[in-house]
């Protein structure tokens, strides 16, 4: 049972109550119908604005965070954070950028109160890795901390709200002998609740993922990815648990025969505790094989379905659990006739939770590359699909946020300004059983508790108000 009155509920996969398929439109989970719509911005002042991560809360605002860069004129890379209202219409942008040395800023995740008034970002910087609370109503910022010592290398991969709504980031910390840290922190003011982290048992290679969101469940379990290797390019993937007190709970490994290019994208969990692992790996010959594994509780694998024979350069991205375990949506990098004329888009597949496949989309521009690699997906308050990406065109990049149904609906060619996207279905791509990875008996990782510094940031930051034009169209 979810309890209502956290300030993010579980991300078992969106809030909501209902069945079928029919509330993921309609708003009877509670809250009102959702319109879709795709929403477009040129870079406006300064250079050109990279996506990064993408957040939703229960009045259906979505909260974008981007990289600026040359932000303020400076030169230097600043922070870009705009709120999208339920119909997609921008409420507020706020570009946070140094103006004294050590000037670069890269916002790399962000989360969003579910009933809350606030939104949490965080990423790396000269300074130091930092993490923000900031006001949802007009973007002001409560407080800005310092994470780690001060290095650029710190790199957040994911910020979740815990249990207790306390803001949870994670990151590699090169600091820490390349460990994956794991900060607990008051929402008051920012200080450390707990700081512990995952790391190899021998060595110092565990990597970074740059893809995942952590999940929280109705318990207040942490679950997030871990990443590394015993020797380039032997990689092992882990499945990581943890309690809402920080304390572990398993590691599972899991990798396949050749192991050359394993790698788990994304992890999410379901009400009854079940895993669903977007996962690549390649066997030497051809492209990589991507696809989508469930585990038990216990982390037992109960079945794989992948793509064996990619036409194409693929990757996994993001996956999601709906609500009231509909099924699960996964994104996909599908970077189709691969070059800088190509064609790359966004595919999107819903599975059921035995793992069918009930229909793939893409989302893209013809002849254009619409980045499946950049920004992320989530869904929203009524399990639809909300994610961010980028295009370049004549020379300009644009950023992209849309909403879109989770039933796979409204297909077709949509107008947004001057520019046609596509809301296809994709036949290239066909999913069939796998085996290719198998669980471990043991574990490479292990888990140790840090003494991190966590301080006030640089204060010589300054903030700048709406910077891009959006133009938005609707999906109907």
Request: net charge negative.
């Amino acid at each position: 049972m979810l309890d209502w009155n956290k300030k993010e509920a579980p991300v078992l996969g969106l809030l909501g109550s209902g069945g079928g398929l029919g509330y993921l439109a309609g708003g009877v989970s509670g809250y009102p119908a959702d319109t879709f719509w795709i929403s477009e911005a040129a870079r406006g002042s300064w250079d050109n604005e990279y996506v990064e991560d993408i957040a939703g809360d229960n009045e259906g605002n979505i909260y974008v965070a981007s990289i600026r860069y040359n932000a303020g004129g400076n030169g230097y890379k600043g922070n870009s954070i705009v709120k999208h209202a339920v119909d997609g219409t921008v409420s507020w942008q706020k570009v946070n950028y140094k103006t004294t040395s050590p000037y670069p800023l890269e916002v790399k995740c962000i989360s969003a109160e579910a009933d809350g008034d606030h939104i949490y970002y965080s990423g790396q910087g000269d300074a130091g890795m930092f993490v923000t609370k900031t006001n949802k109503s007009d973007g002001t910022v409560d407080w800005r901390r310092q994470l780690g010592s001060v290095t650029p290398n710190n790199i957040p991969s994911s910020i979740v709200m815990g249990s207790g709504g306390n803001p949870i980031v994670i990151a590699r910390m090169t600091t820490t002998s390349d460990s994956q840290g794991y900060f607990s922190l008051n929402e008051s003011d920012g200080t450390t609740d707990w700081d512990i982290s995952v790391k190899k048992t021998s060595g110092t290679t565990t990597a970074n993922n740059s893809t995942t969101h952590a999940k929280v469940d109705s318990s207040g379990n942490i679950h997030s990815l871990v990443w590394g290797d015993t020797g380039h390019p032997n990689y092992y993937n882990a499945i990581v648990k943890h309690k809402s007190s920080g304390v572990l709970q398993s590691i599972s490994d899991y990798k396949t025969s050749s192991s050359a290019e394993d790698y788990f994208g994304d992890v999410a969990v379901d009400s009854s505790g079940n895993k669903y692992v977007a996962y690549r790996y390649n066997t030497g010959s051809g492209n990589n094989k991507v696809g989508l594994m469930k585990v038990n509780s216990s982390d037992v694998i109960q079945w794989q379905k992948g793509i064996d024979s990619a036409p194409n350069y693929i990757s996994p991205e993001q996956v999601e659990v709906m609500p009231e375990d509909a099924g699960i949506i996964m994104r996909i990098d599908d970077r189709q006739n691969q070059g800088d004329s190509g064609d790359a888009k966004s595919t999107f597949v819903r599975f059921d939770t035995s793992g069918n496949v009930v229909w793939k989309r893409q989302f893209g521009i013809s002849g254009t590359n619409v980045q499946g690699s950049v920004g992320k997906m989530r869904l929203n308050r009524n399990g639809n699909i909300i994610f961010n990406t980028n295009h370049n065109t004549g020379g300009l990049t644009y950023t992209v946020v849309a909403q879109l149904p989770a039933d796979g609906s409204l297909t077709g060619n949509h107008t947004v300004g001057s520019r046609t996207y596509e809301w296809a279905a994709n036949t290239r791509l066909s999913f069939s059983t796998q085996t290719g990875f198998s669980k471990q008996g043991s574990s490479i990782f292990s888990g140790e508790t840090n003494n991190n510094n966590n301080i006030a940031y640089d204060s010589n930051i300054t903030t700048v108000n709406n910077v891009q034009t959006f133009t938005k169209g609707d999906v109907d």
